[in-house]
T-cell receptor, first 112, second 116 residues
């Protein structure tokens, strides 16, 4: 079955340091992969996607992600974290017919 | 262009009641999907509608149902509410066409349902 996994419940990073939020995906099906961010009492905001092509995907707010087929990973990265990046981050894959399959989410805490 | 709107934003119901949530997609979007978000189960897909037809359904009991109107607006209904139905219900709209090709989903702010 198609799935994604986010192995970390929470990631803590100091402001100005690089951040990585991890995501791995199951091999079955086309790995159309996405990252979304959710701020308190808000819906999901799209950050970036991988469909085909370049393995390094650049998205909104300075985020990027690298698609690694051999490791079945799609980690989210940012060179320099901001306190305002603190939020809940979801990795997802497309399950057909407008269905997204989400990971459990990773809470990112950026400390001043 | 206006985003996805959901009404109401907050709702309090008691066990056994039923509830209807509404979602208005972005103009021109014909596909609407619904998701349930809870602390325990995370984000789970409920169902998807395209051109008034349900094309995909998640693993939820029959108490959860939905429909889509000719203007692409969608409603979801939960009957005989249970405490465990307390959740944030999100809808998302997309330009997804009849060929099931990928298009980006845009999410609304959600409806927070509390069941007492």
């Amino acid at each position: 079955a198609q799935s994604v996994a986010q192995p970390e419940d929470q990631v803590n990073v100091a402001e100005g340091n690089p951040l990585t939020v991890k995501c791995t995906y199951s091999v079955s099906g086309n790995p159309y992969l996405f990252w979304y961010v959710q701020y308190p009492n808000r819906g999901l905001q799209f950050l970036l996607k991988y469909i085909t092509g370049d393995n390094l995907v650049k998205g909104s707010y300075g985020f990027e992600a690298e698609f690694n087929k051999s490791q079945t990973s799609f980690h989210l990265k940012k060179p320099s974290a901001l306190v305002s990046d603190s939020a809940l981050y979801f990795c997802a894959r497309w399950g057909g017919y407008n269905k997204l399959i989400f990971g459990a989410g990773t809470r990112l805490a950026v400390h001043p | 262009k206006a985003g996805v709107t959901q009404t109401p934003r907050y709702l309090i119901k008691t066990r056994g009641q039923q509830v209807t949530l509404s979602c208005s997609p972005i103009s021109g979007h014909r596909s609407v999907s619904w998701y349930q978000q809870t602390p325990g189960q995370g984000l789970q897909f409920l169902f998807e509608y395209f051109s008034e037809t349900q094309r995909n359904k998640g693993n939820f009991p029959g108490r959860f149902s939905g429909r889509q109107f000719s203007n692409s607006r969608s409603e979801m209904n939960v009957s005989t509410l249970e405490l465990g139905d307390s959740a944030l219900y999100l809808c998302a709209s997309s330009l997804l066409d009849s060929l099931n090709r990928y298009n980006e989903q845009f999410f609304g702010p959600g409806t927070r349902l509390t069941v007492l």
